[in-house]
């Protein structure tokens, strides 16, 4: 579970990240609106993003409202010092999930964020297809025309993120990101170890792995 945090204030942020990353998720931390509107916009793995609306440069409620015009449907929990009912209806109204007003509990805040993201996993399918290949994220279990495909912890890790992706270019750094997140030690170098095992496996019929040279790679259906 990847989280976004975008809050001003630095303390409380300290103590989100802390507390996140206990629970086991990978949270990343932004301190205003135009570094949260960048991040959402260039990076669509997370799962989760908690929303200060109180923040300086761009305002919470326009990263929310220019986030739900791209279409995202990402659970947002909105974080404010006012607990206006007036500004919770805005919130509510441009596609905010849930709503916090400062102070809060810690506790109760990761009670909400297991909500959000369980609801959030459960309004799509667990499964990915990708021509021939499909790929159960619940089960972490890849086939090719039905058939089982044996791959390893690394390449399953690998593989779905290529799929998430499919058809866009994943850099070398993204996927020792996503890698590491789960606790791997993992270089540029060994990513392409990885691939070329990965590519032997699962590179039959009309799905290839794309490198573009010096940038990374990207998962590709050939017509035929």
């Given at each position: 579970?990847?989280?976004?945090?975008?809050?001003?204030?630095?303390?409380?942020?300290?103590?989100?990240?802390?507390?996140?990353?206990?629970?086991?998720?990978?949270?990343?931390?932004?301190?205003?609106?135009?570094?949260?509107?960048?991040?959402?916009?260039?990076?669509?793995?997370?799962?989760?993003?908690?929303?200060?609306?109180?923040?300086?440069?761009?305002?919470?409620?326009?990263?929310?409202?220019?986030?739900?015009?791209?279409?995202?449907?990402?659970?947002?929990?909105?974080?404010?010092?006012?607990?206006?009912?007036?500004?919770?209806?805005?919130?509510?109204?441009?596609?905010?999930?849930?709503?916090?007003?400062?102070?809060?509990?810690?506790?109760?805040?990761?009670?909400?964020?297991?909500?959000?993201?369980?609801?959030?996993?459960?309004?799509?399918?667990?499964?990915?297809?990708?021509?021939?290949?499909?790929?159960?994220?619940?089960?972490?279990?890849?086939?090719?025309?039905?058939?089982?495909?044996?791959?390893?912890?690394?390449?399953?890790?690998?593989?779905?993120?290529?799929?998430?992706?499919?058809?866009?270019?994943?850099?070398?750094?993204?996927?020792?990101?996503?890698?590491?997140?789960?606790?791997?030690?993992?270089?540029?170098?060994?990513?392409?170890?990885?691939?070329?095992?990965?590519?032997?496996?699962?590179?039959?019929?009309?799905?290839?792995?794309?490198?573009v040279r010096g940038l990374g790679y990207c998962l590709e259906k050939i017509p035929?």
């Amino acid at each position: 579970m990847r989280i976004l945090i975008a809050e001003d204030d630095q303390v409380l942020a300290d103590g989100l990240l802390r507390t996140l990353r206990a629970s086991g998720a990978a949270a990343d931390h932004v301190d205003n609106g135009r570094e949260a509107d960048a991040a959402l916009l260039t990076n669509n793995e997370f799962d989760l993003l908690i929303l200060d609306l109180g923040l300086p440069r761009l305002h919470g409620l326009e990263v929310l409202r220019k986030l739900r015009a791209r279409g995202s449907s990402i659970p947002v929990l909105i974080l404010t010092a006012a607990d206006s009912v007036e500004e919770r209806v805005r919130g509510l109204d441009l596609g905010a999930d849930d709503y916090m007003a400062k102070p809060f509990s810690l506790q109760e805040l990761e009670a909400r964020v297991r909500a959000l993201t369980r609801r959030g996993m459960g309004a799509a399918s667990s499964t990915i297809r990708h021509g021939p290949l499909v790929y159960d994220q619940a089960g972490r279990v890849a086939t090719i025309d039905g058939k089982l495909v044996e791959l390893s912890a690394r390449e399953l890790g690998l593989l779905e993120v290529l799929l998430q992706r499919a058809g866009r270019l994943v850099s070398k750094d993204q996927l020792v990101e996503r890698l590491c997140e789960w606790g791997e030690e993992v270089s540029n170098n060994a990513i392409e170890v990885y691939i070329h095992r990965l590519r032997k496996k699962i590179e039959k019929g009309p799905i290839r792995i794309a490198t573009v040279r010096g940038l990374g790679y990207c998962l590709e259906k050939i017509p035929g």
